[in-house]
Nanobody, 122 residues
């Protein structure tokens, strides 16, 4: 069974940086996608970024493009999300998730971590 464990969340001032990590295990195929999602109080969960194990292709939502960078280590077992120039609007519970599908839609993700809290003060 696929297991995902997030880490790296915390409290940071506006303009600061955080690096989130997602440790993954249990994949039965080498063709999968790992994505980062976030949910702020009173808002729906939204996709932030994802990366494909097949070709390394990545996606970013427009509001984080240029500030966030998703990457994986050589073993493709850990995915990182480097977050720079953080603002209070980035405050949310961040989740790591995985799917054997395209990764374009939240409904495709079958496996989820417990989440890590990111709080950005103004």
């Amino acid at each position: 069974e696929v297991q995902l464990v997030e880490s790296g969340g915390g409290l940071v001032q506006a303009g600061g940086s955080l690096r989130l990590s997602c440790a993954a295990s249990g994949f039965t195929s080498n063709d999968y996608v790992i994505g980062w999602f976030r949910q702020a109080p009173g808002k729906e969960r939204e996709g932030v970024s994802y990366i494909s194990s097949r070709d390394g292709s990545t996606y970013y939502r427009s509001t984080v493009k240029g500030r966030f960078t998703i990457s994986s280590d050589n073993a493709k077992s850990t995915v990182h999300l480097q977050m720079n120039s953080l603002s209070p609007e980035d405050t949310a519970l961040y989740y790591c998730a995985a799917t054997y599908g395209s990764g374009k839609y939240v409904g495709e993700y079958n496996y989820w971590g417990r989440g890590t809290q990111v709080t950005v003060s103004s």
